[in-house]
């Protein structure tokens, strides 16, 4: 069966800790691995990785995808309050003749305190 | 601009009730799909569908039915078959590009059974 596992759950630092997140996933005919940020409502969309050990940064957040050890990791450094947030990994494989899905974990809850 | 657009923004539902979400998107892309979010957990997938006229239960379908007449339409009709139908509705929809997929979300519904 498909998954896709988080960890961890929930997660509280202080301003200017750095943090990691993980993706462990198994999923037929992984497609790509896609990092979301979700604080109120929509997830808003931060990474996307398709290829082994190709580090995508953007600010202080960065993320690296394993295809060997089937696992994507997300760094967040100098953490501030704006980045209390859920963090959703998601992966999509493919599966027949059709294209495939999303398939999401449960998300990392981040709480950053001053 | 394009995008999603889901209405309403909050719902409230009694018992006995089909209520029905709209999920409209201007970015003219195939796949669209439904998600719900429980606390603590993250997105399960309720329908998708690839292309217009066609659709495929997901993880969670029962209780829910949906329609594609449209290519830009996708609402999903939650039955009161749905025992437990109060939580946060989310669509997406989906830009196959490539090697890999780019899911776009609308802010969401959330629908509360009074």
């Known amino acids: 069966e498909d998954k896709v596992v988080q960890s961890p759950l929930s997660l509280v630092v202080h301003e200017g800790d750095t943090v990691t997140l993980n993706c462990s996933y198994e999923?037929?005919?992984?497609?790509?691995l896609l990092w979301y940020k979700q604080e109120k409502k929509a997830p808003t969309f931060l990474f996307m990785l398709?290829?082994?050990?190709i580090e995508k940064k953007s600010g202080r957040l960065s993320s690296i995808l394993d295809k060997k050890e089937l696992f994507s990791i997300l760094n967040i450094t100098a953490t501030q309050t704006g980045d209390s947030a859920v963090y959703l990994c998601?992966?999509?494989?493919?599966?027949?003749?059709?294209?495939?899905?999303?398939?999401f974990g449960k998300g990392t809850k981040l709480s950053v305190k001053p | 601009d394009g995008g999603i657009t889901q209405s309403p923004k909050y719902l409230f539902r009694k018992e006995g009730q089909n209520v029905t979400l709209s999920c409209e998107q201007n970015?003219?892309?195939?796949?669209m799909y439904w998600y719900r979010q429980d606390p603590g957990q993250g997105l399960r997938l309720i329908y998708y569908s690839q292309i217009v006229n066609d659709f495929q239960k997901g993880d969670i379908a029962e209780g829910y039915s949906v329609s594609r007449e449209k290519k830009e339409s996708f609402p999903l009709t939650v039955t009161s078959a749905q025992k437990n139908p109060t939580a946060f509705y989310l669509c997406a929809s989906i830009d196959r590009g490539g090697k890999a997929s780019w899911a776009f979300f609308g802010q969401g519904t959330r629908l509360t059974v009074v």
């Open positions: 398709t290829s082994s050990g």
């Open positions: 998601a992966v999509e494989g493919n599966y027949g003749g059709s294209q495939g899905n999303l398939i």
């Open positions: 999923v037929t005919n992984f497609r790509s």
């Open positions: 970015l003219n892309h195939d796949a």
